[in-house]
């Protein structure tokens, strides 16, 4: 069973290209597909689910694109709060979002007081997020403290953006790209991986039902053996 699903969301820019369209179209169809990999989540039953929205490389794209992407953000949060409302899903995100422009962290934080007692589904947005930032992030936190005691794994993770959300069951790519791109490294550690060919906009229930019922042939041995 799948309990927290991760998604790179991958294939807008080649998805636009293929149809003569700019990427910043490639962007705004992808955005539209949250909500539909949301419900299809919720139908399958995941309590979590991770979306890789913007990383802190991004920033290094050309203004012009870097202005929509930003804009999509306002807009999201915007448009699918009554939807997040009705549907009992929470919305959160992770990364250095204070790196965000003033209108897209505003529109975010009121979608994410909102929700904050949904309970049914928990969107957690990946946003100006590294794995390498945030494992830097949690070390920096952890000098701040001026700590002295040896830290464990366990200490480690408290540290963390989302400490609070278990790892990722199931890693999907889509646009079929073989890497993680710096994406969740310490929580993927365990996670089963599967990549789709399949463009990000084009991304549907059918898509979802196809990992899971990879997810489900496979065994978990979590770095040991499997008991007979």
């Known amino acids: 069973m799948v309990n927290h699903l991760a998604i790179i969301m991958d294939g807008n820019g080649r998805w636009a290209e293929e149809r003569g369209l700019s990427r910043s179209d490639g962007h705004r169809a992808g955005a539209r597909q949250i909500g539909v ?13 991770t979306l890789y929205a913007f ?22 949060a915007k448009s699918e709060l009554p939807n997040m409302l ?23 934080e009121f979608a994410i007081k909102q929700t904050a007692n949904n309970d049914k589904l928990t969107i957690n947005i990946a946003l100006s997020y590294g794995g390498r930032a945030e494992i830097v992030d949690a070390v920096n936190k952890i000098i701040a ?11 480690f993770v408290s540290y963390l953006y989302a400490p609070d959300i278990p790892d990722p069951d199931l890693l999907i790519r889509t646009g079929g790209e073989m890497r993680l791109s710096n994406f969740l490294l ?22 979802l039902e196809q990992a899971l ?3 489900g042939g496979r065994k978990r041995r979590f770095g040991g053996l499997n008991k007979k």
């Open 37 to 49: 990999a949301a419900r299809a989540a919720m139908n399958a039953g995941i309590k979590y689910l």
């Open 55 to 76: 990383s802190t490389e991004n920033w290094k794209r050309p203004k012009d694109e870097v202005t929509v992407l930003m804009e999509l953000i306002s807009e999201f």
């Open 86 to 108: 009705r549907d009992g899903v929470r919305l959160r995100t992770i990364g250095r979002t204070a790196d965000l422009p003033p209108a897209s962290r505003a529109a975010l």
């Open 145 to 155: 403290e001026k700590r002295t005691a040896p830290v464990t794994e366990q200490d």
């Open 186 to 207: 310490w929580e993927l550690s365990y996670a089963e991986l599967y990549v789709t060919e399949t463009y990000w906009p084009d991304f549907t229930e059918e898509t």
């Open 213 to 215: 019922a990879s997810f």
